[in-house]
C-alpha cells in the first residue's frame, strides 16, 4: 500500500495578480523541496470567484467557493500569506476563512507570510490574522515572515536572508505537522469546539 503525501497548501491570500508576494510562496515551498513524502500546492485566491460568506450551505453558492473551501479543507498544513491592507490581513483571506468549517484548520500546522509597504505594520499578522486562527484551533508556528519592497529587485525575491526565513518557515510548519500527526493533539480544543 502506497503513502499518501500530506499536502502543505500554500494560500496566495489576495485577488491581485500574482507578483513578489508569490514569489516569496514559491521561496518558501523551495524549503522543502524533494520531500518525497510531501506534496505542496498554491491557492491564489484570484484564481477563483469566492462568493461572499452571507451564511448559506456551501453547496448554495453557484460559484468556485464550494470547491475552494474543499481543497483548503483537504490540505493537511498551510502557509498563509497576505499582504498587509489597512493593518491587517485582506478581506478576500477573511472571506475565504469565513467560509471554511472550524474543523477544517482545526489541529492543523500553519505559518504566516506578511508583506507591507513599511516596517509600521510587521506586527498586524501577529494581532490580527494569528487571533483568527487560534479560534479554528490551528497550531500556528512562533514567528512570522514579514516581507518589504526592499526584499525584491525587479520582482523577485533578491534579500537572501529573507529567502532562508521563508525556508525555514516552510521546514517549521512540517515540523510542527509531524510532531502533530505522531505526538496527537498540540493543545486543547479551540473554544468554538467546547
Known amino acids: 500500500m502506497t503513502e499518501v503525501p500530506a499536502t502543505l497548501l500554500a494560500i ?37 470567484r469566492i462568493s461572499f460568506a ?9 460559484d ?12 493537511d ?3 498563509i500569506a497576505t499582504p498587509v491592507f489597512r493593518a491587517s490581513f485582506t478581506g478576500a483571506l477573511k472571506n475565504l476563512l469565513d467560509h471554511v ?26 494581532a490580527q490574522l494569528r487571533p483568527v486562527l487560534a479560534w479554528f484551533g490551528a497550531h500556528v508556528v512562533p514567528g512570522v515572515v514579514y516581507l518589504q519592497s526592499r526584499h525584491f529587485q525587479d520582482g523577485l525575491l533578491a534579500d537572501p536572508q529573507a529567502a532562508e526565513d521563508l525556508q525555514s518557515l516552510a521546514r517549521s510548519v512540517v ?3 509531524r510532531a502533530i500527526a505522531f505526538g496527537g493533539t498540540a493543545g486543547p480544543a479551540p473554544l468554538a469546539a467546547r
Open 175 to 177: 515540523a510542527l505537522h
Open 101 to 126: 468549517p472550524v474543523e477544517g484548520l482545526q489541529g492543523k500546522a500553519c505559518g504566516l507570510i506578511g508583506m507591507g509597504a513599511t516596517d509600521h505594520h510587521y506586527l498586524s499578522i501577529d
Open 12 to 48: 496566495h491570500g489576495t485577488v491581485t495578480r500574482p507578483g513578489r508576494l508569490h514569489q516569496a510562496i514559491e521561496a518558501a515551498l523551495s524549503g522543502v523541496e524533494g520531500d518525497g513524502s510531501l506534496a505542496s500546492d498554491t491557492l491564489h485566491l484570484g484564481d477563483y
Open 64 to 75: 468556485d467557493t464550494e470547491a475552494v473551501v474543499e481543497r483548503v479543507v483537504a490540505a
Open 54 to 62: 452571507d451564511g448559506r450551505p456551501l453547496s448554495g453558492y453557484d
Open 77 to 79: 498544513m498551510y502557509l
